[in-house]
């Protein structure tokens, strides 16, 4: 009799420390989602100091957090650094970014990466990256296009693909000389990532769905 109460007490505390867990893990979850929709705000349209801290939140919460409500692949050591490149502490950008960078199917990062070794000096390898950033952008919009139920929502009028065509363009005629038109690109690239959600939402509502999983 004893032991079978033993038995039942351990099984108690075991569901209760894996329903902690799984509380913990939710509450993690929401906090995450929270500071990187206040940090990429601040990013797109505030200051990126403010970003900056919303970010390496996230980065300590989680330092393998890929944004969690889209399909565009991009990590949270790319938002560091590109909120330090924002900020003009290249140093601390390049340091995050090479970090980023490890992540293969993450262009951004490679694009900012590109971004601030071209400014910093290493001009060369820096247009490389930011050569197979743009690449690697515009091909993940050609395979979600015809490969992805989601693809007719990702830069369905091909403007952001005809544009960085366009860089891709003058990087092979060695005729870049201002960046910043390619970091605006960056930023465009970025802002599709809500408008995709928006046209994805307005679909599911307009057919009577429910609210999408994806919303953080």
Request: glycine residues 8%; hydrophobic residues 35%; contains cysteine.
């Amino acid at each position: 009799m004893k032991d079978s109460k033993s038995k039942i007490f351990k099984l108690a505390i075991c569901n209760l420390q894996l329903a902690l867990l799984v509380l913990l893990s939710g509450c993690v979850a929401f906090q995450v989602g929270g500071e990187i929709n206040k940090g990429r705000t601040e990013l797109l349209y505030g200051d990126p100091k403010v970003a900056l801290a919303h970010f390496q939140r996230v980065a300590e919460l989680d330092p393998n957090y890929r944004l969690s409500y889209s399909i565009f692949p991009e990590w949270v050591w790319t938002y560091v650094g590109r909120a330090y490149y924002a900020d003009g502490r290249m140093v601390e950008a390049r340091q995050a970014l090479e970090r980023a960078r490890s992540r293969e199917d993450d262009n951004l990062a490679k694009l900012y990466l590109g971004l601030v070794l071209a400014q910093d000096g290493d001009r060369s390898r820096g247009l490389k990256e930011i050569e197979g950033g743009l690449q690697g952008i515009s091909d993940w919009y050609d395979y979600v296009e015809f490969y992805h139920p989601e693809g007719r929502y990702w830069d369905p009028g091909k403007y952001l693909r005809r544009d960085i065509q366009k860089q891709l363009a003058a990087l092979k005629g060695s005729d870049v000389r201002d960046l910043s038109q390619i970091a605006a690109l960056g930023r465009a690239v970025e802002i599709e990532i809500d408008k995709s959600n928006q046209d994805r939402f307005h679909d599911l509502y307009r057919n009577g769905g429910d609210e999408p999983s994806r919303l953080p």
